[in-house]
């Protein structure tokens, strides 16, 4: 397979280079309420029934975030109690500036923690769940040999999938009435190179 260029993502994505909103989101609350936001627009107290926070809390964490524009208020509510929606693109970060290193390894450790948090509380309420998502719920190990040119074509495969469903995040009435927010997480890396035998050790 012919090198190609870095995957692309089906919608947009900006990229975080300052190391003071990279630590500003490597927090469990406010990558919790971004999660949360992606739903759909959310008040400080609505946020803080779901995430077993105060309101106090959840207000301050999204006055930061929006600080940034990782979320900012959405139409409707009353006085105090106003909705807040999230970003619409989607984002990345520099982890090989020195000046951000610190703060995007913070971050990542962040992300990952959450991720397989939100796994292991969909497990433990798995069995609650109907036949149909259990059985389309996905959990799974491949090991493959790869170039890294195979492995980006696999990587813009899966982005492909998932955009024609982009949308939907937007507009409530594009769902299908059985629809829920599904979280999708990837992780594909190399091993350590094979270790390297000579003639000597092979003959052996």
Same mark, same amino acid.
């Given at each position: 397979?012919?090198?190609?260029? &870095?995957?692309? +993502? ?8 300052? =190391?003071?909103?990279?630590? #500003?989101?490597?927090? =469990? ?7 949360? +936001? ?9 946020? #803080? @029934?779901?995430? *077993?926070? $105060?309101?106090?809390?959840? $207000? ?7 600080? /940034? *524009?990782?979320?900012?208020?959405? =139409?409707?509510?009353? *006085? ?8 619409? &693109? ?7 500036? =020195?000046?951000?290193?610190?703060? #995007?390894?913070?971050?990542? &450790? ?48 899966? /982005?492909? +999938? ?15 009435? @059985? ?9 594909? /890396? ?15």
């Amino acid at each position: 397979m012919e090198p190609q260029d &870095e995957p692309r +993502l089906p919608w947009p994505v900006r990229e975080i280079t300052d =190391p003071r909103e990279l630590r #500003a989101l490597a927090h =469990p609350v406010r990558f919790a309420l971004l999660d949360l +936001l992606a739903e759909g627009p959310l008040t400080a107290s609505q946020c #803080a @029934a779901r995430l *077993g926070e $105060s309101p106090a809390n959840c $207000s301050y964490h999204l006055r930061q975030l929006a600080r /940034y *524009g990782h979320v900012r208020p959405a =139409p409707g509510g009353h *006085g105090r109690e106003r909705p807040w929606r999230s970003r619409e &693109e989607g984002i990345s970060w520099d982890e090989e500036s =020195p000046a951000a290193a610190t703060a #995007a390894a913070a971050l990542d &450790e962040a992300v990952d923690r959450y991720r397989f948090d939100a796994w292991r509380r969909f497990r433990t309420r798995r069995p609650h769940e109907s036949p149909d998502w259990r059985r389309a719920a996905l959990s799974t190990d491949v090991v493959a040999w790869l170039t890294p040119a195979e492995l980006e074509h696999v990587t813009q495969g899966i /982005y492909d +999938l998932f955009a024609p469903f982009e949308p939907r995040g937007r507009d409530d009435a594009d769902r299908p009435e @059985a629809a829920r927010a599904v979280r999708f997480f990837a992780y594909a /890396y190399p091993g350590p190179p094979a270790p390297q035998h000579t003639t000597s050790e092979v003959d052996r």
